[in-house]
């Protein structure tokens, strides 16, 4: 178990977790604003 922990550079492993979040939060803003943007056209 020690030699795997040790393999794995936790540096990287962090910089992936942070770019999938991103890239996540992207995925949902974008879809938020294309509700958004039909919601404004409903109304207009």
């Known amino acids: 178990m ?3 922990f ?3 550079d936790f ?3 962090a910089a ?3 770019a ?3 890239a996540i939060i992207g995925i949902a803003m974008a879809f ?3 509700d958004l ?3 404004g056209v409903r109304k207009a």
């Open 2 to 4: 020690a030699d795997i």
């Open 32 to 34: 938020k604003g294309v």
């Open 11 to 13: 540096s990287t492993v």
């Open 16 to 18: 992936f977790v942070a």
């Open 20 to 22: 999938t979040g991103v």
């Open 37 to 39: 943007g039909k919601r």
């Open 6 to 8: 040790a393999a794995v």
